[in-house]
């Protein structure tokens, strides 16, 4: 085991849900795939949004108005900084990445024809499939996909051999959430270019692990959700090379996003106003740059260094279960399970758990088509965060035990 370099004790403080109790146990969290917990000072910023400086943003003339603006475009500002995205209009502000795939997924519609081709991967949440097939219903483009193999990781090759002259887009998690593959997206995202094709990365499972350097990638498109990385619900970030989001049309229309209106025509906003139709999630942008910069006090290294020591001491000793299959065994993983047990239901698994204060997913994990192709319902899925201790893993696996015993 190595030294872990910051305190964990100390890192638990910080969040005030980890005290609670759940069925008469202490919470065991182990659902951060899902959603991540929101620690204390991320909490405060929210408070103190709420009781000092609650306004409308970019409108009014008064005090609170203006800080709410300026906290809020500090916010962008710091979103910016953390992916290194070259120009803070390039960040638009989403309810999340459904939202940010949609924005892309309707602003193609006018660009693409009958006869063009989309790649999908194999290993996609559905929010990264279905506003695809129907971009392609709306244009006559046709969706194909890039296969993934036993071990859950993409199968290269294939894709290599995909890419032609009709490509036009390309979409891929940085991070599978249902398995955990962190997926070889500087390759793809060359491999496209020099293809002709862009490439919109869904970053949602990424970001609490990896700190994307945006400019480096090169990518056109990158979606992240607040709520995965310490941050409430309801805000998340579209990122988009300067050149796309001038040439993509608004997705919605309504207040913030017009320069001039007539009844005759409208003319939009600039960058990212343009975007941003109505009056946004203001606390949680601000909010959203809070737990960034929280995540960023720890440290992404420290992070990730913890997390794959807690993956590594998690995958085995839960391989010592017998009849216990893993799914999701790529070289390249980020903290998260996804197993079954030979002749158990996955949710009978999870139910069990919970009464015992575990908090798992059990299920497709939006993620259909990856369950289809192991042929399963779908797994019980345990995924950590850098809050979560080996003592945890420990009862999560004897929980699990007791689970098997039960229900064999
Ligand atoms: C969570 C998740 C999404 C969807 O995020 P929302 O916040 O529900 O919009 C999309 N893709 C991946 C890989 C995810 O993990």
Sequence with gaps: MIEIAFNIATIRKDFPI?????????????????????????????????QNYNAN????????????????????????????????HE?????????????????????LRPGDEVLVSAMEHHSNIVPWQMLCERTGAVLRVIPMNEEGELVMEQFHNMLSNTVKLVFCNHVSNALGTVNPIKEIIDASHSAGASVLVDGAQAAPHIKADLQSLDVDFYTVSAHKICGPTGIGMLYGKEEWLKKLPPYQGGGEMIAEVTFEKTTYAD?????????????????????????????????VAYENELLEYATSELLKIEGLKIYGTAREKTAVISFNIKGIHPYDIGTILDKLGIAVRTGHHCAQPIMDFYQIPGTVRASFSFYNTREEVDKLVAAVRKAKDMLL
Excluded: W
Aim: with cysteine; proline share 4%.
């Design 91 to 111: 960040v638009i502000f989403t309810s999340g990445t459904t939202h940010g795939i949609n924005l892309v997924a309707n602003g193609f519609t006018s660009l």
């Design 271 to 303: 960058l990212p106003h343009k975007f941003e139709a109505g009056t946004p999630n203001v606390c949680g942008g601000i909010a959203f740059g809070a737990a960034l910069d929280y995540m960023n006090g720890i440290g992404f290294d420290q992070i």
């Design 57 to 88: 943003i970019h409108r009014g003339v008064h005090a609170l108005s203006q800080e709410a603006t300026d906290a809020y475009e500090a916010a962008r500002v710091k979103i910016q900084e953390h992916f290194n995205i070259a120009k803070p």
């Design 18 to 50: 980890l005290n609670r109790k759940v069925n008469g146990h202490p919470l065991i969290y182990l659902d951060n795939a899902a959603t991540s917990q929101t620690p204390q000072q991320v909490i405060d910023v929210i408070v103190a949004y709420y």
